[in-house]
């Protein structure tokens, strides 16, 4: 399983099974100190071994991260050039 | 967030020829051999995440194909994590956010799953440009890694 915070590359590496987080990079599994949190991301993404019969499904994570994160992703694409 | 968009804007701005990304239009699908509560699970993080006594990973790593275990034991306050690609502020603070390996032990106890596997794996961060080499040699000895541990499932999880 394949636990994704880029949807659109997720959907073109189409990977067996995947869960979609919506969340900025570095926090796939939510935010620091929040067990509870990183405990049902974890079993949601587990469990697609159980539920997934079609290849390459990407569910969607349902709980939303609360907060604009667009200025996050600016800054980490500026690091993400290819030079 | 539109990652594809927003990265070849990027490259244009700055000269580059348009990336030639990934796409595949089909996937295989391994049907789970026994149930979640007896599955050994592995998880892969390529989130610049190692051991403090390990050396730290190049935080703007290319073509870095190193492989690093991490024993299932590891305690959670004993990682530190170098990848300029991402901020790292909430994996500093705590690995679970990128490497929920406290959890996973949890649900191994409480029966979620039948085990952590002995090894677990932090590696394939930072810009790999090399797809041939990941398609025909590094990921197929990942694999087969894998397979000598007798796991499962593998969770991979991107920063």
Redesign the interface.
């Known amino acids: 399983m394949l636990l994704s915070t880029g949807l659109d590359l997720t959907q073109q590496v189409l990977p067996p099974r995947s869960l979609f987080v919506n969340h900025p990079m570095g926090n796939p599994f939510g935010r620091p100190g929040d067990g509870d949190q990183q405990r049902r991301i974890l079993r949601a993404v587990l469990g697609l071994a159980e539920r997934v019969t079609v290849p390459g499904t990407i569910e969607m994570w349902p709980e939303p991260w609360g907060e604009d994160f667009d200025d996050v992703i600016d800054r980490t694409l500026g690091a993400m050039g290819p030079s | ?7 070849a804007h ?2 244009g701005q ?1 000269g ?1 020829p348009p ?1 030639q ?10 049907p ?1 051999r026994r ?2 509560a007896e ?1 050994r ?1 592995a998880m892969l993080t390529s ?1 610049g995440v190692s051991r403090c006594a390990a050396p730290s990973w190049d935080p703007d790593a290319r073509n870095d194909f190193r492989l690093d275990v991490i024993d299932a034991d590891a305690p959670a306050d004993d990682f530190q994590v170098h990848d ?8 500093v ?2 690995i ?3 490497f ?1 390996i ?3 032990r ?2 191994a106890t409480e029966g ?2 039948g085990s952590v596997a002995e090894r677990q794996w932090s590696g394939f961060m930072g ?1 790999i440009y090399k797809r041939q080499h990941v398609l025909e040699v590094a990921a197929p000895a990942f694999a087969a890694e894998l397979g000598r541990d007798e796991v499962d ?7």
């Open positions: 967030m539109k990652y594809v968009e927003r990265l990027r490259y700055q580059f990336y990304w990934t796409i595949n239009t089909e996937a295989p699908l391994t789970l149930p979640l599955c699970v989130g300029s690609y991402y901020e790292t502020d909430s994996a603070e705590d679970n956010c990128v929920p406290e959890r996973l949890e649900f979620v799953i810009r499932l593998a969770l991979l999880v991107p920063a």
